[in-house]
């Protein structure tokens, strides 16, 4: 790979350590894909965890000195002075991880966004831009929707890029490799952004590894449905890129988005289809301890529905009810009095928190419900039944789900 | 039987110098679906599973599985001092690179031969990355 001398100083260690191993990160990736170059990112979002692996990298990083030269933000961990005030079941080792972690996010200056959809308010890619984001829904959502550029990072490679400014040039950053592999045609009518979860765990599991172009979509689809195709098709699969030609920014056309091309595939998605994604996800019935919204986190348009449906409502006594949302979000919701209903009724709305992080041991027994197949994939819970909004909402109220 | 020693120029991706005995899987590998503290792959359905990877040189067409349990599942057997000695893959992603940078481990890919039809477990592996030569001893 071809280096420039700042490169090449910076390898040496010359600019410290921290940015020395964030460097040598980005060049080994580089080394792999064949990378000619490194180029300038404008941003960067690293999917921050309280993972072990995560704390040893991002705190390699900070000791040595390490700063993040172009805006990077962060994802979610949890929110230790509201969970520890809550419970006292948190082990202190795994609570040590995650202070660790978000204090080292901001000793090399990140922005401390904690949400896994910076990408609404906190740190916004513009169309054309080259950035690093990890995290599920934000790839294929930056790729797509927005039109920017980045590859399929791990956090470790979104902090390297942001630290250094820069990425190597491989793969989805460069034009030719954002052809359309697979071509999808919608035949099920799409009614709400449960569906697009559906159609989007089912693309993902069926495609596995490649850019669908998805025709036959009657409408603009909203930002929450836009999300939640994202975050699905990028967790029963690996897609990190889409196109709905006419709804998504790059390609006006199937041919476009192919770029002359043929297919690899075709697949056909109709309401059977879908149904069958439901049936798959909604394993049983019964009494549940708890519901779980937003993984990804709410948007303030989904608190909204959420203290819609919950206005004047009581949720029943045995059932816990969280929402988790961005700080931004909140602070809105708060204002418009979304957090007030939500509270009410007796339920939560947090933030900073993922729904992978040890704040939740007190339900790893517990029955629960929520209507993010994410959220179940995470295995945190005894047992997670999938299911619309509306269903949880009511579930949550009369204490079981039929 | 006389043992026999062949020596293949490979690419490197993450430096340094492992040795150990081969263990071949034909199915990609995730790493959080093992015991961190012994080694012994856990995911039921897969052919290695009840298998040690502990100092061993792993041959494996890609990783799987999504970035965040990969990363940690390879970090954590490297803390139990249980992880691979070198990582030898066919298709290599940004995570499988990140997973080896952290723990230090050897990796690389593009060996002159295909290493699926090269290696056998049980053999004696030594990759040497910063040299660009896997050499294969067979007793």
Known sequence: MYLTKEEERILAGEFGEGTQKALELLVAIGDAYDAEKMIPISRAHAASSGQEGDLYFVELLADGGARCRVPTSTNPVYDIGYFHRLFDSIPEDEAEVARRVMEAYKRVGAILSWSCVPYLAENIPLHGENVAFSESSATPYVNSVIGARTNREAAQSALAAGVIGKAPEYGLLIRENRKGTHLVKVEAILKDEFDYTLLGYYVGKRIGYGIPVLTGILRQPSTEEFINFCAMSNVSGAISMFYMPGFTVEASTVEEAFQGDVPKDKITVTDHELRQACGELQTTSGGIDFVMLGCPHYTLKQLGDVARLLNGKKIHDGVSFWVCSSATAKVLAERNGYVGVIEKAGGHVVVDTCIDEPCWIAYKDKVGMTDSPKCAYYRRFKEVMVARLQDCVEAAIRGRWE | ?139
């Open chain 2, 1 to 139: 039987m006389k043992s026999s020693e062949i020596t293949l120029k490979c690419h490197k991706i993450i430096g340094g110098y492992g040795e150990g005995e081969a263990l071949v899987s034909h199915e990609p590998i995730c790493f959080y679906l093992t015991d961190p503290k012994t080694g012994v792959v856990r995911e039921r359905s897969h052919e290695l599973a009840g298998k040690i990877l502990a100092n061993k040189v792993l041959v494996f067409p890609s990783g799987k599985a999504s970035s965040v349990v990969q990363i940690d599942g390879l970090f954590k057997l490297a803390s139990h001092n249980v992880a691979p000695k070198a990582l030898i893959v066919k298709d290599v992603e940004t995570v499988l690179v990140v997973s080896a940078f952290l723990v230090k481990v050897p990796l690389v890919d593009r060996l002159e031969k295909d290493p699926f039809e090269i290696i056998r477990t049980g053999d004696f592996v030594k990759v040497d990355a910063e040299k660009c030569r896997v050499t294969i001893i067979r007793k």
